[in-house]
């Protein structure tokens, strides 16, 4: 028949043999001594936030304000008098236990996983990399209030994120990203006497952002490396008309979604934001209690907002 295959009479060919998946093929499987992961850990405000150390459950820390500017005089030879002053206030939130338990065989722990030395050793690396994700999505979470940490064995206490600490909000009109939005919010910034450093988007906002900046409509040309031959549809730095000068920073953990309460931006000074650590990053191995290998991976933390006027959000995004 043509086309058929020919084979000559009496081969004993690979086929014969059988290879994997066949239960009875005798060669050895083709597996790459390799692991990928493609999952995101990059946790970009967790990683660069300052660490700071927390003493007790609860942090707390003080803010204070100066008086209001006058233009009023002083008559000469003036008696004494105490003018209104103000004092400091505290402010306080609650650390968060985030943990995960690795559980293996000692069996699978000696066996010859491929790209895997120790199985329980690969799954411990892992876990560090969720619980620092799972706090990157806490720092960003919609209406991330503190709980408290009274009721422990059925309510887990929570640490407030930025949304927790009443920062500046302003809600976008489109329901997306505009320039004209971010240089209000700015102004806001500005005017509180903040020193923003940098700009936060979703992956879907930092796309609108980058339409509206670099999109004929706006009258700006797209930047083009004519000597590469390549075409550059990003922005990496955006300066505000305040001389604020903005890292363009994208979070996959921001939250975005089609209802006005979720969907946000944010802008802030990265220097006001940190991570305080009751307990540092750390494994807790536990006790043998059979043929396996237990442990536990966590940390325990809470974020310092230094001042929640330093740190604003554009609400109501949601054209991603």
Known sequence: MPGALC??????????????????????????????????????????????????????????????????????????????????????????????????SDRERDANPAGIRDMYEHQVMKEFKVIARNCEARLWAVNSTASASGAEATTAPLMAG????????????????????????????????AEPDSIWFAPASKRQFVNATVSSGSGNVRNIAATDQRLVANIDVFETPFNQLYAVITDRFIPISTSSAVGAYYIGDRSMAKIAFFRPPQHKPMGKSGDHTRGIVLFEATLQLDHPSSWAAMTGVTNG
């Open 162 to 193: 930025f949304r927790g600490f009443g920062i500046t909000t302003s809600s976008s009109a489109s329901g997306g990203v505009t320039t004209a939005d971010i240089c209000t919010l700015s102004q806001t910034l500005f005017e509180n006497g």
């Open 7 to 104: 084979v000559s009479a009496g081969l004993y060919s690979t086929f014969d043999a059988g290879f994997w998946p066949s239960g009875t093929g005798v060669h050895h499987e083709d597996l790459v001594d390799v692991v990928t992961i493609l999952d995101s850990f990059q946790t970009p405000m967790f990683s660069s936030a300052p660490k700071i150390r927390a003493k007790d459950v609860v942090h707390s820390w003080t803010i204070d304000t100066l008086a209001a500017t006058s233009t009023a005089g002083v008559p000469d030879g003036v008696d004494f008098s105490g003018d209104t002053l103000t004092g400091p206030t505290r402010l306080v939130n609650g650390t968060q236990i985030f943990s995960r338990h690795v559980f293996v």
